[in-house]
């Protein structure tokens, strides 16, 4: 055998390794973490709505919640390193290529990289709460949106950095929104696996919890617009805000209801995938 194809046969070999039972299992603990502050976040927002105002709906309320409930530092625990699972997930997709005809080309590595990144941060953050609720969180998602803006709005080209940001939010949050009523997800669901229940139960939180997810971040990047535009950090708003301007409109609290149950909605999508997403 020569040189070359020793070496081909070596990264067919890697790559059988990386997409293996640890990598599965990393995607699937990460997707059903991912779940579980979608599911607490949108019961937290449903609380808001129906008069519970103390609340936080956001990924910093969703841990303290958690860590009330019995084997709450266990519960964190677990999470954290779920949510590690899924930035271990992303990272083979930018080395190995995703599932699917294109998942090896440069765009969806480079997707992945962006996901690998962000799922490193978040798994950061909640790991540091579960090693002391006190040092963890950072703050509220809108306390953290405002800091950072006014930071930002201070650089040189401030306003066209925060701009641009809030832009490229409110284009992605349409992007998961066109995606998940064009139901995209389902190239990449173990379809003939799926009884037609769960067919009809993964279409309906898929659709439903994907555009609600969408809209949330769309209306948090048009927040981020608005503060380069004025020139005022404390018009952006983290995901709390966000879900509480919703109550705001002419329609009302109902809104932000409709909003919080896609929410949830889009938490047991996540479960959903966590079963049969092929990984």
Request: proline residues 3%.
């Amino acid at each position: 055998m020569n040189s070359s194809a020793t070496a081909r046969t070596g990264r067919l070999e890697a790559e059988r390794v990386a997409r293996g039972s640890v990598t599965e299992a990393a995607a699937r603990a990460g997707l059903t973490a991912r779940g579980v502050i979608y599911l607490l976040v949108g019961v937290l927002a449903l609380q808001i709505a129906f008069g519970d105002g103390d609340r936080q709906a956001d990924r910093g309320g969703a841990l303290a919640e958690l860590a009330k409930q019995p084997f709450g530092a266990v519960l964190l625990w677990a999470l954290g390193l779920g949510l590690a699972g899924m930035a271990v997930w992303r990272l083979s997709e930018v080395v190995f290529g995703s599932v699917g005809p294109d998942g090896r080309s440069a765009g969806k590595r480079l997707l992945a990289a962006g996901r690998c990144a962000f799922y490193v941060v978040v798994a950061y953050s909640v790991l540091t709460f579960a090693a002391g609720p006190h040092s963890g969180s950072g703050g509220s998602s809108d306390e953290q949106s405002r800091d950072v803006t006014a930071r930002v709005l201070d650089l040189t080209a401030g306003q066209w950095l925060v701009g641009a940001a809030g832009a490229g939010v409110v284009v992605a949050g349409v992007w998961i929104g066109a995606r998940a009523v064009r139901r995209d997800y389902r190239d990449k669901v173990k379809l003939g696996e799926m009884a037609p229940w769960a067919r009809r139960l993964t279409d309906v939180t898929g659709v439903v919890g994907g555009a609600a997810r969408g809209l949330v971040f769309a209306a948090a990047g048009t927040f981020a617009v608005r503060a380069a535009v004025d020139y005022r950090p404390d018009k952006a708003k983290g995901v709390d805000d966000t879900l509480r301007s919703f109550a705001h409109t002419p329609l009302g609290p109902w809104l932000l209801a409709l909003i919080a149950a896609g929410l949830v909605l889009f938490g047991v999508f996540s479960f959903a995938l966590a079963r049969w997403r092929r990984v």
